[in-house]
Structure formats: C-alpha cells, structure tokens
C-alpha cells in the first residue's frame, strides 16, 4: 500500500506543481491568446493532480483528500520532479520545461492507460487527450522559437541547455516503481526513455537546437528532496488554506 500511495503522489504531485508554475503566466503572457492556452493547459494539470491526490487519499486512508495533500505537505513531502517546479523564467524557459515534460508523461500515461489498477487506468485514460494537446502544442512552439528569431533561439537554446540536467531523473527507477511496475499498476520508467528520446530528438531537430550532451544529472525530487524553488512556489500556493485551514466556500 504504501508503494502505491507514493506512486500516485508522485504522479499527482507532477502535474501540481507543473500546473502551478503554468498558472502562474496568467495575465503574463506575450499575447493573449496565450493566456488562454496556457490557463487551459494548467486547468488540464490541475484537474490531473486532483485524480490523482483523490485516488492517494483513498489509498492512505487516514483523513486526506487532494486538497489536504496538496496545501497541508511542507516541500519534504512532495514527490515531483525537480524538472517540473523549474521557475518559469522567461517564455523560452516555460515551453522548454513543458516540451521536455510533456514528451515523458504522454508516453508514461499511455502505459498506464493499461495498467492492471483499474483506477490508475482510467485516470490516465482521461489524461492522457489532454497531455497529446500539451505536447503538440509545446513542440509547435520550441519550432517556433528555435527557428525563430536570433534572440529568440538563443533563449530556447539557453533554456535547454540549463534544464536538460533535470531530465534524467524522469528515468530512474527506484523500489517504489519497481514494485508498481512488478505488480502491473505502473511502468518502468527506464523502458520510456528510448521512444522519449526519439520524439524530443525529433522536436529539437524542427527546431534547429542541438542536444546538450548528456552529462550529471540532478535527481532526489522523488524521494523528497527539492531545489529551494518549490518552497517558494508551495509558499505562495498554499497561504490561504494555511492561514485558515476551516475556512469553507
């Protein structure tokens, strides 16, 4: 159970933390047709996070449902990705982050849409037309900034080359996906890398961007340890249900 709890934190903690930081471009972005989108991407991730925190609370069975996990956790207790809660930067920054995301968790919820967890299935079922939107609508605009202007491939360049470093921690395994990936309730993650790697490969090429070599990787977001970015997110994010955690609306 408790292999399973973590799972599904980890995956409901991703698109949080990813749908937070997208939000957060509301009102911000370089025109406004974009603000449209990327509210509509966050309310995807959002809505996403809320299966499956939900679906983790169940599991847990002690009392916490997705709003208590995802506003009443200090920053330890998240499980996403350090790519995902990246600071939004500049423009070139955001779609860099979403692309390279967007790449690993479509591939990711098409496996589980098989999962033997009929939960776990359903819900990434549902996620997974809506993270295809995400990626085709990231890659369209890497190509967009890559073979853009001079400034604006420099910037995608610059972007890649910072968070590839946070690309490797998607693909390692540990006991908790070993253990879903055994029973059939979740997926290997060092079985995606390949076709993941052949997509964004195919993504930077449209854009005229190179690959960075692959080099450290930075990694622990899974286990609970966190570049000070998600304090600071998770800060802002959960001030009004922990100022007053009774407050109804």
């Not at 995802?70 to 779609?95: C, K, M, Y």
């Not at 080099?215 to 600071?232: C, D, F, V």
Request: charged share 25%.
């Amino acid at each position: 159970m408790t292999a399973t709890f973590e799972y599904l934190l980890r995956l409901g903690d991703n698109a949080l933390v990813l749908g937070q930081r997208t939000s957060a471009w509301v009102a911000h972005a370089p025109v406004m047709e974009e603000d449209v989108a990327l509210a509509n991407v966050a309310l995807d991730l959002i809505g996403q996070a809320r299966m499956w925190l939900d679906y983790a609370g169940e599991i847990e069975d002690a009392g916490r449902d997705a709003d208590r996990l995802a506003f009443h956790r200090d920053s330890g207790a998240f499980r996403n990705a350090l790519l995902v809660e990246q600071p939004n930067g500049n423009f070139a920054d955001t779609i860099v982050r979403g692309y390279l995301f967007d790449a690993f968790s479509h591939l990711q919820l098409l496996a589980l849409s098989r999962s033997s967890d009929a939960r776990v299935a359903e819900i990434a079922a549902k996620a997974v037309k809506e993270t295809a939107y995400h990626l085709q609508r990231s890659e369209d605009w890497l190509a967009r900034l890559g073979d853009g202007t001079e400034l604006s491939h420099e910037r995608a360049q610059r972007a890649l080359d910072t968070l590839w470093r946070y690309t490797g921690e998607l693909f390692l395994a540990d006991a908790v996906d070993e253990e879903n990936a055994a029973s059939g309730a979740g997926v290997d993650p060092p079985v995606l890398r390949d076709a993941w790697l052949e997509r964004v490969d195919r993504g930077i090429a449209r854009a005229t961007l190179t690959r960075p070599a692959d080099g450290y990787m930075q990694r622990g977001g899974k286990q609970g340890i966190h570049t000070e970015a998600l304090s600071y997110l998770l800060a802002e994010m959960q001030v009004l249900p922990r100022s007053h955690p009774a407050a109804t609306w």
